[in-house]
């Protein structure tokens, strides 16, 4: 069984957000180039199998002969289990990554293939100041909700990502409290989405930010977070 984790570095366990796992961890977190070029083409493969899947009519007897392949895909990678889902690394300019999170985890297939602009973070010592960061992704198949449109849950789940990167760039920590999200048009798929985010408000371990999707400079949906730091 593997770990991220060194040997003998336990794992904090209190309810922390990633940043604030990874400041703890300090520097018994690995780098961000020791995730391999291999696991990344798997996670990619798996992302594409799901918008094949979706978006497949083959009759019932090809469904049973790959479904058998797949199930031999599985047994192979259970062959080797992790033993911890927590993957963080940390970047050359002090950013940590959290690899197996839901939204944007390079290392999650389940992830929606957000990228942002400029991740890179202020200062340690400069006091948090307020910010906007731009962010893209295009929506496959396996995110359909009505007809050619996204789920609702998707949409929300990248304004969350994109205030939680706002919050980041900001150069605070927290996890996310209170998500408000407001839906003005459906969200297509497979069309290049913007997502447009900013902190506001900075209130001792309170955070504030808000976020727009786009398309064609037309506002499909917006979202406000409050996020809380630890104690």
């Known amino acids: 069984m593997s770990s991220d984790a060194p040997h003998g570095a336990a794992r904090p366990r ?8 990874g400041n703890l961890l300090g520097e018994s977190l690995p780098t ?11 996670v990619d493969a798996a992302r594409t199998l799901l918008d094949a899947i979706m978006r497949s009519a083959v ?3 090809e469904r049973w002969r790959l479904a058998k392949q797949i199930e031999r895909i599985i047994e192979d990678l259970r062959a080797t289990p ?5 993957r963080l690394v940390r970047h050359p300019d002090g950013r940590i990554e959290n690899l197996a999170q839901a939204a944007a985890g390079r290392c999650n297939p389940r992830s929606l293939r957000l990228r942002f602009d400029d991740m890179t973070l202020p200062p340690a010592d400069q006091p948090p100041t307020p910010v906007e960061v731009r962010g893209w992704c295009e929506l496959d198949a396996s995110a359909a909700g009505p ?5 609702g849950g998707i949409v929300a789940t990248i304004l969350d990502e994109a205030l939680g990167v706002a919050m980041m760039k900001a150069g605070r920590t927290g996890m996310t409290v209170s998500l408000e999200v407001s839906l003005h048009a459906g969200v297509p798929l497979g069309v290049p989405l913007e997502v447009r985010s900013r ?3 900075f209130d001792g371990r309170k ?5 727009e999707l786009v398309v064609d400079d037309k506002v499909l949906a917006r979202g ?8």
């Open 224 to 231: 406000a977070a409050l996020f809380v730091a630890s104690r």
């Open 32 to 42: 961000a180039d020791s995730v391999s070029a291999a696991e990344l083409a798997l």
């Open 59 to 61: 009759d019932d007897e």
């Open 82 to 86: 992790r033993d911890d889902l927590v």
């Open 199 to 201: 902190c506001v408000d």
């Open 147 to 151: 007809p050619e449109r996204a789920h």
């Open 14 to 21: 209190n309810t922390v957000s990633a940043a604030e796992l």
């Open 207 to 211: 955070t504030r930010a808000t976020a």
